[in-house]
């Protein structure tokens, strides 16, 4: 249990980047099972979303 707090005391951008990644694929997934009008939305979503972990983890990088 001692392990756990200390990791979600270090790496708290992780969980940020974890969330986003999550987000992009559920975003994706439904892209693809979506209708033609709703695909382009979703695939924009999901791009964001991917882009937006990557910002997050260059971020808790570059804060050390």
């Known amino acids: 249990m001692h392990q756990v707090i200390l990791i979600g005391r270090t790496a708290t951008w992780d969980i940020y980047s974890h969330a986003f990644m999550m ?3 559920c975003f994706l997934v439904r892209g693809f ?3 033609a009008p709703l695909s382009m939305p979703m695939a924009s979503s999901s791009w964001s979303l991917y882009g937006t972990t990557f910002l997050v983890k260059t971020e808790s990088v570059f804060s050390r």
Request: charge should be negative; avoid cysteine; charged fraction near 15%.
């Open 33 to 35: 099972a979506a209708d």
């Open 23 to 25: 987000g992009a694929v």
